[in-house]
């Protein structure tokens, strides 16, 4: 990665360009052409060091609700559990931590009775039933951006 890499990576953390062509407006943020951009930014997903590039909302703001939810899982139920987890539209991500509560991920829906609903199914489907369900009260927005 050199140093154009970490000013187009600086550049389209916050403040993405909302136009027709995004790329080629940053291009001229960064005197480089749509096409560099694009390359570069290829290269970068493909070597891991983009994951994704897409809007994020606020459920919120959506009319929508959110919840962090753990779960206890045997660790010979872990890949159909996740499957399952992950089957799910409203979940955004589920990984694994070293603890007994091992297994979280956040689910996001219009209700919170539809989240309720989708928590037991979960359970009656995998024969995991202790799955917490943890609705955030407050938030606490900072701004997640990584000066390279």
Partial sequence: MDDLDKKLLNSIQSGFPICSRPYGAIGEMLDMGETEVLERLKKL??????RRIGGNFGPENLGYFSTLCAAKVPEDKLEAFTETVNS?????????????????????????????????????????????NLPATHVFKIRAKFAL
Avoid: C
Wanted: hydrophobic share 35%; net charge negative; aromatic share 12%.
């Fill in 88 to 132: 799910y539209p409203g979940v955004t991500h589920n990984y694994i931590r070293e603890n007994d509560w091992n297994v979280w991920f956040t689910f996001i829906e219009p209700s919170r009775e539809i989240i309720a609903h989708n928590l037991e199914e979960i359970a009656k489907e995998t024969g995991v039933t202790e799955i917490l």
């Fill in 45 to 50: 997903k493909e070597s891991g060091i983009i």
